[in-house]
């Protein structure tokens, strides 16, 4: 795995977090309010490492993203178990929350039941929607 710079622990901490998440493939998703679009990349294990997007060059994106300003970061999963209901792959979801004040980053999990209710809640009206199958919120 390719550390970043040890100025961060904590952003070395974040992204190791993430790597472990990942048994095959993910999505990575950092909601940006600030810049009013998302940041969606996907993530492939390949052995023990990860492989950010399609180019070179994604993973620095990311982390200079998340060094900008605070965002959401959803991690969406795809594990091996089928659903049976559905016959898709079950994906686990986790959310956290990022903080980046003059360069030094922080991060906190956002809770299982917190995430499931953001996740099914339309942003513009506050209602909420049918909940997506085949998740568990982390």
Known sequence: MNKIKKFDPLLNLFIEQIEKQCTAKSILTVVDRTLGR???????RNGDKIQYGYVDGVKELLIARL???SCAVIHRVFTKKIDQETGFP???LYGYSTT???GAF?????LDYELERNCNTDSRTGLPIPP???VVYR
């Not at 998302?38 to 492939?44: A, N, S, V």
């Not at 922080?106 to 956002?110: A, E, H, L, T, V």
């Open 38 to 44: 998302d940041l969606k990349i996907d993530l492939t």
């Open 67 to 69: 060094l900008i300003d």
């Open 90 to 92: 079950i994906k686990e």
């Open 100 to 102: 980046s004040n003059k």
């Open 106 to 110: 922080n991060f906190s999990r956002i």
């Open 132 to 134: 997506e199958k085949s």
